[in-house]
């Protein structure tokens, strides 16, 4: 029992220790970072320069400032928690409010860029035609950058009469189909001649061949692409959001607090967003250990 609970806690401290000594580094360089940047807001607005001031009151007025260049993370913390706990879910001002909105057009642009990438990556496996005509292609359209073709797509798309989640979705979808899409046809490529030999011995059909071996060969070249998409798929929901001006989405309330210098408000939100995303590759990565367990592909 002793020896149980050893290795338990040896394996907690091999897992989070690094993660939390990552992450105590990264808030002392914060709150360095916020007293260097406010320092002279902080002189300018809250202190007297001409009766003086000490050190430690310089350091206290760069960590409460109402308007600061670079909050602290106390700061973005109490606004996090005030806004999950002061307001309710359906309010514009709770993020959790947000969080849903994105993360409907996250998912579903996951979703169809995931089935658009397999079908792409069929497609190009088993024709050398379309391999020498799609995938330059598909290369050649993530070198467009986001934010010149979301306004684009958006105005499009409202023309046809899409609104809401659709137009957000398919910006999503944009960034998702790409990884799903290259990983695949790798995947799809891997079995050894001899395996492929070996369907053509048991005069496996085409489709037999793609459902009994290349696509559980290409699982482990999947899941990968799929945790990369779903977060890119994020990146694109909330850029999306951007020049429409929506008043919900984790885009949205960047842009608001852009707009009224709430600067805590955005770091929140940013917050909130890489949580969301770290949710969001957590389940992908759930899924994948459910899937390559059943298989037997790991313990």
């Not at 606004?79 to 309710?88: A, G, K, M, Q, V």
């Not at 391999?131 to 073709?149: C, F, N, Y």
Request: charged share 10%; proline share 5%; net charge neutral.
């Amino acid at each position: 029992m002793a020896d149980a609970k050893k290795s338990l806690l040896q394996r907690a401290a091999h897992d989070w220790l690094p993660v939390a000594v990552v992450l105590l580094a990264v808030v002392i360089a914060w709150y360095g970072a916020a007293w260097g940047l406010n320092a002279q807001g902080a002189i300018e607005r809250v202190l007297d320069e001409e009766a003086g001031y000490t050190q430690m009151e310089l350091f206290e007025a760069t960590m409460t400032m109402e308007r600061p260049l670079m909050p602290a993370p106390h700061q973005v913390a109490m606004d996090f928690y005030e806004s999950l706990t002061e307001w309710p879910i359906d309010s514009p001002r709770n993020l959790i409010y947000h969080v849903i909105v994105t993360g409907q057009s996250t998912l579903l642009g996951f979703v169809l860029g995931t089935a658009l990438g397999l079908l792409l990556s069929v497609l190009i496996v088993h024709s050398r035609t379309l391999d020498k005509a799609l995938l330059p292609w598909i290369v050649a359209s993530q070198t467009v950058p986001v934010l010149a073709i979301a306004p684009i797509v958006l105005v499009v798309l409202g023309s046809l009469g899409f609104s809401g989640t659709a137009p957000k979705a398919f910006i999503a979808m944009y960034l998702c189909f790409f990884p799903v899409t290259v990983a695949m046809v790798q995947g799809l490529r891997s079995p050894q001649k001899i395996e492929t030999e070996m369907m053509h011995t048991y005069a496996a059909s085409r489709w037999q061949s793609l459902w009994l071996l290349r696509l559980p060969s290409a699982l482990p070249f999947l899941f990968p692409a799929l945790r990369v998409g779903v977060a890119a798929g994020l990146v694109g929901a909330m850029v999306a959001e951007l020049p429409t001006g929506a008043q919900a989405g984790l885009g949205a309330r960047l842009l608001t607090g852009s707009y009224y210098g709430q600067t805590v408000q955005i770091w929140s939100a940013l917050v909130m967003s890489a949580l969301l995303g770290l949710a969001l590759t957590g389940a992908v990565a759930g899924v994948e250990r459910l899937v390559l367990r059943s298989r037997g592909g790991i313990a």
